[in-house]
């Protein structure tokens, strides 16, 4: 099935080419912060992960997220999303590549990874990270290819496929929840040290997710043949709502505990991310963009007509991925460290370096994702 | 066969980049390593007491082993004395200051055969190398 | 040797084979080394360690400096200078930024802008040791210590995220460049770049019979006691019980192993 991906437009290798040509860029900057060390980053002894670890967190959400279009359609048989399940799935396939990929290069001791799997640790969450991020990645490679090979004989698929998308159901809101407690149930950084962390985060993921199916069926609708058709686009559109609505009423329970508390601590980092501290503010004008586009994307998504048109659709899609990845990608894992067990502020941005090598690993999903969906767009034109 | 022409050349361009590493080195003499172990605290030792911590064949083949537990008793269990099964003498288990102690030319004790065999142990990356004199 | 080198190599062999990477393998070949290797006779033991800081019996800049350099000079500690790739194994952090949430508008101004000396808490629930997902932290059952196996450490820095004590340090680059010649204890390795280090209560000298460096160099102010917190005649317990002290962010369930005196007076 994988030669379909050898065989297309000059537009589509010129995209492959252009990613490729960033992977590359990517991979000598990576070369050296492998030389060097970790200090090419703007990450320092007080805010000791950044944007790697960022972009990781917000991409285990999105991979999470393929379990809101294979949960309607293989539960509750809404068959709208029959034909995009596999875009999902392989959604999620890129998406467990770069969040891998963000662990690795945000390692010391990249040489030494697979002392994770020597020296197992089951009291470490980030054990049970790796077990089942690499497990979710198996079960959606394993489903999204059986199904589209069975799709493209014109077969119905093997009966041993249906558990193992059951399992992959439940296991979906595992890998974000196990991501949740990395940090939630650390001592001492009061941002991260709440029970509502791994709620939020799956609100969150399933917002992000399927607002990024939205765009990426109407790029695929202009691009290719295949249309996901208007319908599949609305019930995302819906989920989107739903999940988005949930994300900030989350939010707003976290800011409400912060405050009414008045706990000095629990609010310290809420007043550097949204007004500073001691001067110090270098995420404020972030942060409150991102707070505008949530706003502006719900308002957007509840009205019924608003919603109805696609163009205002995809726009409210872009505002809820952007919002939340500045939120999740960037504003939570810098909060929780800032101010530092001392009290005091040291702040974080990214390097030159680490947003090249941060723009690779997503070029490498995209490379992923554009020849997974060249495959499965192929099989369903030849069906149709 | 569909295509013959493409996968015959491809299969040869295969088989030159797997085989690379033959051909690029072929013909190339290159020495045999040659150990010392003429340092001054060996030479100084008497004939007889010139035992490393384990019998040299074992050491040859298993000192990377040995090292490795060595580190591990150290740091994670706290003990410090190693008691040669060869001898029955007592040593304290440090590469940095036993080991280097007596082989203090590291260049011809443990460089000579690690670039022989193109293995790039790290241990030099934390532990402190004896100072040697250029040779 | 009780295993000659083809048992070595059939075991490793064999446990490679069956999937477990040679871990099956060293775990017996330590087994049946485990006779073979011992404590050296003179090491100081304990069933918990435990450091007591008398903050008023260190009056002078010079004690401060005095146990930071005895304590960086033997672990080479490196000298960055750039307070954002720090490395520290002992420091001065003033009270407020030592015990934040305690400090209070009206108390005495030589506590509130006295330096303590902070290290790592050796918890008894270290929450670094918690996180670890490679066991490269850990705390010695023997003797309470949380040590870093610097061989194992891959970098992920989850520990760092995880104490609640800013105790960690992350090499951000090679430290060897910072670290002067003349200064180097050449008995002592340095690290590597991408690894976490911290204070390890100086198990390599108490290993050879010898107190901390930090103690050995105050010895003669008497402000860092340190000793076995289960033993009830060691030095430790009798202050801690004739002295009222305090600990960083108790509050926290960690229980650190690093005690305060603020007052100093005998308070039974």
């Known amino acids: 099935m994988l030669e379909r991906a050898l065989t297309g437009s000059g537009r589509y290798w010129r995209w492959i080419l252009f990613l490729l040509a960033i992977i590359g860029v990517g991979f000598l900057v990576y070369l050296r912060q492998f030389k060097v060390g970790l200090g090419i980053t703007g990450m320092s002894r007080d805010v000791s992960w950044g944007l790697y670890i960022g972009q990781f967190t917000f991409l285990v959400g999105v991979a999470a997220s393929a379990v809101m279009l294979v949960l309607p359609y293989y539960l509750h048989n809404h068959k709208v999303f029959g034909k995009i399940t596999i875009l999902g799935e392989f959604l999620a396939v890129a998406s467990v590549v770069m969040c891998m990929l963000f662990i690795f290069v945000d390692m010391g001791q990249p040489m030494r990874v697979m002392n994770v799997i020597l020296h197992p640790t089951p009291n470490s969450v980030m054990f049970w990270d790796a077990v089942v991020l690499s497990g979710y990645l198996l079960l959606n490679i394993v489903v999204g290819w059986t199904i589209l090979g069975a799709e493209s004989k014109g077969v119905a698929p093997q009966k041993w496929v249906k558990p193992v998308i059951i399992l992959s159901i439940i296991w979906a809101p595992s890998i974000h929840t196990v991501t949740a407690f990395l940090y939630s149930g650390l001592p001492g950084r009061h941002f991260w040290l709440s029970a509502v962390m791994a709620a939020r985060f799956l609100a969150s993921a399933f917002s992000a997710g399927p607002a990024l199916l939205i765009i990426l069926c109407l790029i695929l609708r202009k691009t290719t043949k295949f249309d996901a058709g208007r319908e599949a686009i609305q019930s995302l559109g819906k989920i989107v709502t739903y999940f988005m609505i949930t994300n900030v009423f989350l939010l707003g329970l976290e800011v409400f505990t912060a405050f009414y508390s008045n706990i000095p601590g629990h609010m310290h980092p809420f007043q550097y991310l949204f007004a500073g501290i001691e001067g110090h503010g270098k995420l404020v004008p972030l942060m409150w963009a991102s707070g505008l586009f949530a706003v502006v994307s719900v308002i957007m998504l509840v009205i019924p007509s608003v919603r109805a048109k696609e163009g205002a659709l995809a726009f409210a899609s872009a505002l809820v991925f952007l919002s939340l990845w500045i939120d999740k990608g960037f504003g939570l894992i810098v909060g929780g460290f800032v101010p530092n067990p001392f009290e005091k502020v040291t702040e974080y941005w990214p390097t030159w370096p680490e947003v090249i090598i941060t723009l690779a690993v997503w070029a490498v999903g995209f490379l992923v994702l554009t020849v997974l969906y060249k495959v499965a767009v192929s099989v369903k034109e030849e069906v149709a | 066969m569909y295509d013959s022409g493409k996968i015959i050349v491809g299969l040869l361009i295969f088989v030159g980049i797997v085989t690379f590493p033959f051909y690029y080195n072929a013909g190339k003499a290159v020495a045999k390593p040659d150990l010392k172990l003429d340092t001054p605290v060996i030479q100084q030792m008497p ?4 035992k490393c911590v384990e019998t040299k064949e074992f050491m040859r083949g298993g000192h990377m082993q040995l090292l490795n537990n060595w580190r591990d008793s150290v740091v994670r269990e706290g003990n410090r004395v190693y008691v040669s099964s060869n001898t029955g003498k007592r040593h304290t288990m440090s590469l940095q200051n036993t080991c280097m102690n007596c082989h203090s030319n590291k260049k011809k004790f443990c460089d000579e055969c690690h670039n022989y065999m193109v293995v790039k142990p790290y241990c030099w990356d934390c532990h402190i190398q004896p100072k040697e004199k250029e040779l | 040797m009780s295993m000659d080198r083809r048992q070595f190599i059939k075991i490793a062999g064999i446990s490679t084979v069956l999937g477990f990477g040679g871990t099956l393998g060293l775990s017996k070949l330590k087994d049946s080394w485990a006779s073979e290797m011992l404590q050296s006779p003179e090491a100081l033991n304990a069933k918990h360690w435990a450091m007591v800081i008398d903050v008023k019996k260190l009056t002078s800049e010079e004690h401060y400096d ?6 960086h000079r033997a672990h080479n500690v490196p000298n960055i200078g750039n307070p954002k790739e720090e490395v520290k194994w002992l420091w001065k952090e003033t009270y407020e930024h030592a015990f934040p949430g305690m400090e209070q508008e009206y108390m005495p101004e030589g506590i509130k802008h006295k330096p303590f000396l902070l290290l790592c808490n050796h918890c008894e629930n270290p929450p670094c040791v918690r996180v670890c997902p490679t066991k490269a932290t850990f705390k010695r059952e023997s003797d309470g210590i ?13 520990c760092m995220a995880a104490c609640p004590f800013g105790a960690r340090s992350f090499n951000w680059r090679d430290p060897r460049p910072f670290i002067k010649e ?21 198990y390599e000298r108490l290993a050879k019979g010898e107190m901390p460096a930090c103690v050995e160099a105050v010895k003669d102010t008497k402000a860092l006691v340190f000793g076995d917190l289960s033993d009830p005649n060691s030095e430790v317990r009798k202050i801690l019980s004739t002295h009222y002290s305090i600990r960083r962010k108790p509050e926290l369930g960690t229980q650190p192993s690093v005690y305060y005196l603020i007052g100093g007076e005998e308070n039974a």
Not at chain 2, 47 to 50: L, N, Q
Not at chain 3, 66 to 71: D, G, L, Q, V, W
Not at chain 3, 146 to 158: S, W
Request: hydrophobic share 30%; glycine share 4%.
């Open chain 2, 47 to 50: 004939e007889a007491e010139r």
């Open chain 3, 182 to 202: 003349q200064d180097e204890n050449k008995e002592f390795p340095t690290r590597t770049k991408g690894v976490v280090e911290k204070c390890t209560f100086c």
């Open chain 3, 146 to 158: 949380v040590m870093q196996d610097m061989h194992r450490c891959i970098g992920c820095r989850f």
């Open chain 3, 66 to 71: 005095k146990a930071i350099s005895a304590c």
